[in-house]
């Protein structure tokens, strides 16, 4: 078994920790999806691959935050912490304003 490019953390939390893969964030069916790259996060504006071996091809690990195996329901916050340092808070409430994805904290280091 191969380690997950990311990790869960608290309720609402999800730790990018693999440069290589982008995580592909679905938060349900009627949230539009997100993308964590080494460099930030934004709205996933590509086609959804039908399936997570699909989305290996294309070098992105497909989160469905709202299943099981992660936080077991939609959310309306998400903090996603990148590789840059920086902690982004994605408010689902908030899609189609400038407080859709914001920097929530940044590292100082």
Do not use: C, W
């Not at 990018?16 to 982008?22: E, I, L, S």
């Not at 691959?49 to 939609?74: C, H, Q, V, Y």
């Not at 590789?83 to 904290?105: A, M, R, W």
Request: aromatic letters at 8%.
């Amino acid at each position: 078994m191969t380690e997950k490019p990311y990790i869960v953390s608290g309720r609402n939390t999800i730790i990018h920790k693999v440069r290589k893969y982008d995580l592909l964030i679905i938060n349900g069916d009627e949230q539009v999806p997100v993308v964590v790259t080494h460099k930030g996060i934004k709205e996933y504006t590509g086609k959804i691959p039908d399936n997570k071996r699909e989305a290996k091809m294309m070098d992105m690990e497909m989160l469905d935050i709202s299943t099981g195996d992660l936080f077991g329901e939609e959310k309306t916050l998400l903090f996603v912490q990148t590789l840059n340092g920086k902690e982004y808070k994605v408010d689902y409430s908030k899609h189609g304003t400038p407080l859709f994805i914001k920097v929530h904290q940044d590292s100082t280091f």
